[in-house]
């Protein structure tokens, strides 16, 4: 005759799974936090690089006149298209954007942590050869430099961390890039870094002063606040609590307007 399991003996297996699986839930929670952190950490660590660089030089990296190739000193971070004015933000890889990580290293910045970058991405734009690998996001998430002149938000520059290995050129519209956080990941490190605000719909006047802010020039789209994917529809100022592959991000330099 066989015998069954007796209530005790349930209760205890069921209290045993339980504790599995809170332990496996802050498990989890514990590694994403230090996703966050590490990603937070490099973006300071390039930030006081750009501090540093400027307070030697009184010039950007990309932008100094003394380093090679030289930009032209007019504290804007330029490609080729904004130096001519026909464009309002970073759309390619050329210029003085292409030479930002080149005049950092040059100097001294951030070499030991990363190889040795080329300012020629007429190929394409990729990660380790041209711009730094991002600590979070896709296995292809890369840190551009980015200069913005629209009122959408706040001029300045940004590094926007974006998928650009589909690149086939210096052309960084929206067809030739793709996400690489979800929104859940993008809300994330938003509140350790800023407000956890997407800051769509802030815009207007001087623009959004977030520290973060979450940018929708992906996957063929331009324009439009890609409302249903990265950030709610109703609540624009709010990412989606989903795990799909929605949002890049911009995390401000410290020098907007």
Known sequence: MKKGFT???LSIVLVI??????????????????????????????????????????????????HSAAGDGDGRIETVDLDAGTAPYTTKFDGETSNFWVHLQQD?????????FSNDASGGTDIITHIPKSAMGTKDAGILPMYHNSTLFARGH????????????????GST???????IEALAIDTKMDDGLTGA???????????????NWVD????????????ASSNPYGYLPNNNL???LMIAMDDRQ
């Open 108 to 116: 001294g910045f951030l070499d030991k942590e990363y190889p040795a």
């Open 201 to 215: 719909g802030l815009s207007g006047g001087g623009g959004y002063l977030g520290d973060v802010v979450y940018f």
């Open 177 to 183: 890039i793709k996400s690489v956080f979800t929104p």
């Open 220 to 231: 063929g789209t331009a324009g439009g606040t890609l409302a249903g994917t990265c950030i």
């Open 7 to 9: 209530l005790v003996e």
């Open 17 to 66: 799974i339980g504790l599995l699986i809170g332990g496996i839930l802050v498990a989890q929670s514990m590694i994403e936090s230090a996703e966050v952190q590490k990603f937070a950490r490099q973006m300071g660590e390039m930030k006081a690089a750009v501090r540093n660089f400027k307070a030697k030089y009184n010039y950007l990296p990309g932008d100094s006149p003394f």
């Open 158 to 173: 940004y590094f926007k961390i974006c998928d650009y290995s589909v690149t086939t050129g210096t052309s960084l519209l």
């Open 246 to 248: 929605e949002c890049c």
